[in-house]
């Protein structure tokens, strides 16, 4: 049984923020980190991608997290990257500030950081109607939404790549130790 629900931020027709170093979307290079978490452990996850809904942003939400839901998963993660400013760097984890929301956030925001290096921005809770929040509590699973960089900066992106299994090894260990109870 799928453990752990990987839902690739953004859908195909609007992916999201672009990285200044190579252009690649965040739908597009997300969908690449989320298949290489999975490969650390291919019967825990199950990759989600976004579709768009004709009906629209909260209908297109809430299909993927009913998906995660009808799949039993005990945690879902969605995977950004940030957009700014250029100066703007470093990592956040956006929780729904549930109990089960704010222990997975605990895990994963410093096992990125510890990856990948970059400034601590902390775990941020976000309400149902705040940016970011429909992804949080649409699901009965606990959520968190990760942003460990900004695509924005080029300093940023070259620490994602130069951390990049690094940054997937601590994904998968937090994820991990979360379903294990820790
Ligand atoms: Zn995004």
Redesign the pocket.
């Known amino acids: 049984m799928t453990a752990v629900a990987l839902i690739v ?2 859908n195909a027709r609007a992916q ?2 672009v990285r200044v170093t190579d252009g690649r979307s ?1 739908y597009d290079w997300c969908g690449d980190l989320a298949a290489a978490i999975r490969d650390h452990a291919p019967g825990m996850y199950t990759v989600i991608r976004r579709q768009s809904h004709p009906s629209g942003y909260a209908s297109e939400i809430r299909n993927a997290y009913q998906h995660a839901d009808a799949l039993g998963v005990s945690a879902t993660v969605e995977l ?2 940030n957009g700014g400013p250029a100066t703007a760097t470093g990592t956040e984890t956006l929780t729904s500030g549930t109990k089960g929301s704010l222990r997975l956030a605990g895990l994963i925001q410093p096992a990125m950081v510890g990856a990948l290096g970059l400034r601590d921005r902390g775990i941020v809770t976000r309400g149902r109607a705040d940016r970011g929040g429909a992804s949080l509590w649409s699901g009965r699973a606990p959520a968190v939404l990760i942003e460990p960089y900004f695509g924005s900066r080029e300093a940023d992106c070259q620490a994602a790549d130069r951390h990049y299994a690094a940054l997937t090894g601590a994904i998968h260990r937090a994820c991990l130790a979360f379903i294990n109870g820790a």
Request: aromatic share 14%; proline share 0%; charged share 15%.
């Open positions: 931020g953004h999201g923020a965040e950004h990257f």
